[in-house]
């Protein structure tokens, strides 16, 4: 992981740019010498995987069951 502030990272975006996209660099951009964003190699997330959470997601009914009458919302006039 490298660093870089922001005045460098503007003049060399192109550089480190190129350092993220062929070596896998990590660069940490820092305003005042306080970290502000972190610049990472893109990856790309299969949607067919499903996300972590949602496998702790539990419904206790039948999401397609037809309601009954009582269910309805009451009608407004």
């Known amino acids: ?6 005045h460098d990272a503007k003049t060399r975006l192109s550089s480190i ?3 993220v ?7 940490v951009i820092c305003k005042n010498g306080k970290p502000v964003a972190d610049l990472i190699p893109h990856r790309k997330v299969d949607r067919r995987t499903p ?3 949602m496998s702790k997601i539990s419904i206790q009914y039948d999401p397609t069951e037809p309601l009954d009458h009582e269910e309805w919302p009451e009608e407004t006039e």
């Open 1 to 6: 992981m490298k660093t870089v502030n922001t």
């Open 21 to 27: 996209h062929n070596q896998g660099e990590i660069f």
């Open 51 to 53: 996300h972590p959470v």
């Open 17 to 19: 740019l190129s350092e």
